[in-house]
């Protein structure tokens, strides 16, 4: 079963070999003679059976490179956000990790001289080391809190004292 993550911990925090299912976020083809392919983007894809799962909302950049008769990918940053009912935090580091195809090896395989990939295609990522980020400042988020405290206070404001 996979270990999610929560907002309210402040810090995202995988531990060195973990998997987490991913796809692409859009075709990514690698034609006959191209060797490389650099910043692609996957998000996560919580179908795959993995050991963890990163949030639902996040982008993870990564570079791919042709090796025969496969491609494979490095991912090298991430930016996530987890968002837990009017609550938000935003994760955003560097990473290490590759892609493991279903087949359990390193790297996608190649079905023909051009590789090509589909979203909704998912596969493995497994870290290389930790991954720990806290937090960063969300703006947005204190807004909004503040917004709610103001609000809370006008209903209460309003209402008829009981005697």
Not at 151 to 163: F, H, I, Y
Request: aromatic share 4%; hydrophobic share 35%; with cysteine.
């Amino acid at each position: 079963m996979a270990s999610p993550l929560f907002a309210a911990d402040a810090t995202l925090v995988l531990p060195d070999r973990a998997t987490v299912g991913v796809e692409f976020t859009e075709n990514v083809i690698i034609a006959e003679g191209e060797n490389r392919k650099d910043n692609i983007l996957l998000r996560p894809n919580h179908d795959v059976e993995a050991s963890h799962q990163l949030p639902e909302y996040c982008v993870i950049i990564g570079d791919a490179m042709r090796s025969g008769d496969r491609v494979r990918i490095t991912a090298h940053d991430v930016t996530c956000i987890e968002a837990e009912d009017a609550d938000s935090a935003i994760f955003s580091d560097e990473m290490d990790g590759g892609v493991y195809d279903t087949d359990g090896q390193y790297g996608l395989a190649c079905e023909d001289s051009t590789c090509t990939f589909m979203p909704n295609e998912g596969f493995m990522l497994t870290l290389n080391e930790t991954l720990e980020i806290d937090a960063q400042d969300n703006p947005s988020a204190e807004i909004n809190a503040q917004r709610r405290q103001e609000g809370q206070e006008e209903s209460e404001e309003g209402q008829p004292d009981e005697e």
